[in-house]
T-cell receptor, first 117, second 115 residues
Framework: AQSVAQPEDQVNVAEGNPLTVKCTYS??????LFWYVQYPNRGLQFLLK??????LVKGSYGFEAEFNKSQTSFHLKKPSALVSDSALYFCAVRDMRYGGSQGNLIFGKGTKLSVKP | DGGITQSPKYLFRKEGQNVTLSCEQN?????MYWYRQDPGQGLRLIYYSQIVNDFQKGDIAEGYSVSREKKESFPLTVTSAQKNPTAFYLCASSYRGQGGTDTQYFGPGTRLTVL
């Protein structure tokens, strides 16, 4: 079965420190992976995606993610956290049934990032 | 959130009532999606539509209905058959095709509460 796991419900980081939000996936074939961020009572904002090519993907607001095929992971990272990065982060993988043509996403349960001053 | 609007922002429903949530996009996207978000459960797919006049059930379609009469619009009706409708509902859209590489963009959401 296809799935996405975010093993940490919450990640706490001090401002200025590097942050990592973890994501692992299980999908048939080559994965298409996405990260979104959600602020309270708002919709999801797209951060970045991995489709193919360089394993290190750079996205919005200084975030990047590293695709690791052997570990089936796609961890989100940022070198220096800001208080304003505090939000709920979702990892998603394209549902590859029917070859992915239907475009559906399978989401993880989310990780709450808290950045303290 | 730009380009996708959802209304209303907050909606209250009495038990036994049907309610309709609006989703409109001006991004010229072919595909549209409805998700339900509950605390600690991530997002779950309710319905999706790849083209006008066609839609498919997602993982939790029971108690919901949709229509896709126009490319720009994909309204969701929460019927009285949905036993636990209190949730945050998110609409998304994307271009279609490209083998599933297209990005989904989300609206601001509607929070539905059953009284």
């Amino acid at each position: 079965a296809q799935s996405v796991a975010q093993p940490e419900d919450q990640v706490n980081v001090a401002e200025g420190n590097p942050l990592t939000v973890k994501c692992t996936y299980s999908v048939s074939g080559n994965p298409y992976l996405f990260w979104y961020v959600q602020y309270p009572n708002r919709g999801l904002q797209f951060l970045l995606k991995y489709i193919t090519g360089d394993n290190l993907v750079k996205g919005s607001y200084g975030f990047e993610a590293e695709f690791n095929k052997s570990q089936t992971s796609f961890h989100l990272k940022k070198p220096s956290a800001l208080v304003s990065d505090s939000a709920l982060y979702f990892c998603a993988v394209r549902d590859m049934r029917y070859g992915g043509s239907q475009g559906n996403l399978i989401f993880g349960k989310g990780t709450k990032l808290s950045v303290k001053p | 959130d730009g380009g996708i609007t959802q209304s209303p922002k907050y909606l209250f429903r009495k038990e036994g009532q049907n309610v309709t949530l609006s989703c409109e996009q001006n991004l010229n996207h072919d595909a549209m999606y409805w998700y339900r978000q509950d605390p600690g459960q991530g997002l779950r797919l309710i319905y999706y539509s790849q083209i006008v006049n066609d839609f498919q059930k997602g993982d939790i379609a029971e108690g919901y209905s949709v229509s896709r009469e126009k490319k720009e619009s994909f309204p969701l009706t929460v019927t009285s058959a949905q036993k636990n409708p209190t949730a945050f509902y998110l609409c998304a859209s994307s271009y279609r095709g490209q083998g599933g590489t297209d990005t989904q963009y989300f609206g601001p959401g509607t929070r539905l509460t059953v009284l």
